[in-house]
């Protein structure tokens, strides 16, 4: 991207009132400026669920992984990242630029068998990590990681499982990938699942018609 188009992108950010739609604005501009280079950027974590979710769940800031090999060096990351007029860093992983920070971390580690997700914005395409996996590993943070509960966490996972279950339209979900995933040995938590998506269906049968 040239100096111009750049500039262009980060009005767009600038200009955007809505905090999940400005972004993923910006991870669109990130993702084009290191496709450039050769490297695939993936969102992952809560940032991931906030573009699922459309913003009704915050994460605060992007979380980007990526695919394997090549990843990015310190000095690469920083190159591409210092072409953003204004930014700033943090140690090299956290960068801050117009009210929003991006978190460049490792090589992204995930069990679905399904391929990214795409959002296009007009800055750039962005590939999330898989919706399932998204959840499980949400679920797990929430119910088994640790001690066992972490309130933050739970009210992130029922975000986005309520998501799941009322807009399959515009977030497609496979169960029996979702299963799959949740019974591998990375989480074991087809129990926690169960029990979230118990707990969210009630909620949605109780609400007003």
Known sequence: MTADEIAAALTL?????DLNSKSLLLAGLVSELFRERGFEPVVVGGSAIEFYTDGAYMSGDTDICWTGWPQPS???RTAI????PGIKSH????????GLWI??????????????AKFITPNGSVLIIPVEDALVGR??????????????DDLCAKKLMTTVLTKSETVPFDWQEAYRVAASPKYRC????????????????????
């Open 13 to 17: 950010v600038r200009e955007e009132t």
């Open 74 to 76: 310190i000095e690469e």
């Open 81 to 84: 990242m210092l072409q953003l």
């Open 91 to 98: 140690g090299g992983r956290s960068w801050g630029i117009e």
């Open 103 to 116: 978190d460049l971390l490792g090589e992204i580690d995930y069990v679905a068998e399904k391929a990214f």
């Open 139 to 152: 679920v797990y943070a929430a119910r088994k990681w640790v001690n066992g509960y972490n309130e933050s």
């Open 190 to 209: 087809t129990d926690e699942l169960n029990a979230v998506r118990a707990e969210v269906e009630a909620e949605l049968a109780n609400q007003p018609k």
